[in-house]
């Protein structure tokens, strides 16, 4: 593998040709996310699709769905470029925060922001449940637990 450092458009990518299945050389580039900083090896096809995507900017995987999630969650009312707007200000908001004082009351008060959000977002609704119950469950006359649609168990009374 042979590697060579050039410099294009906005930032610095190493560009590393490798051999290939084919006995072809691939080329690979270094790109650094814009929101979040990580820096991934792709090939400069793929770096064009994702710019191309988010208006010229590199945007990781990781940072790309959670893009797509701020657009699911506004009900397709804004734009990528609005989405990508508020996941890069969430971005440099959350790195630009100190470390919390109490980390395991910040852990517990963020799972609770989450799990308070997952119940006020819509549900997709099933027609028939994921596992079957009724007669061919054994037929006792006892109470079964019964999955509910949470990660909470729900017990009888």
Not at 6 to 21: F, L, N, Q, V
Not at 89 to 104: E, I, K
Not at 114 to 135: D, E, I, M, V, Y
Request: include cysteine; glycine fraction near 10%.
């Amino acid at each position: 593998m042979s590697a060579k450092l050039r410099s294009g458009g906005d930032a610095m990518a190493i560009t590393a040709a490798s051999e290939g299945k084919g006995g072809g050389q691939i080329e690979v580039e270094f790109a650094k996310c814009e929101c979040c900083g990580l820096t991934e090896e792709c090939t400069p096809a793929y770096i064009a699709r994702v710019r191309e995507r988010y208006s010229g900017r590199w945007v990781c995987g990781l940072c790309g769905e959670a893009v797509k999630e701020e657009i699911c969650r506004a009900g397709r009312r804004i734009s990528t470029e609005e989405a990508l707007h508020r996941h890069m200000s969430f971005s440099r908001d959350f790195q630009s925060a100190s470390p919390p004082a109490n980390p395991t009351e910040d852990l517990i008060a963020a799972m609770r922001h989450l799990f308070h959000r997952s119940l006020s977002s819509p549900r997709a609704l099933r027609s028939t449940p994921t596992s079957p119950r009724g007669k061919e469950d054994g037929g006792g006359g006892g109470r079964s637990l019964a999955r509910s649609e949470s990660c909470f168990p729900s017990l009888p009374p």
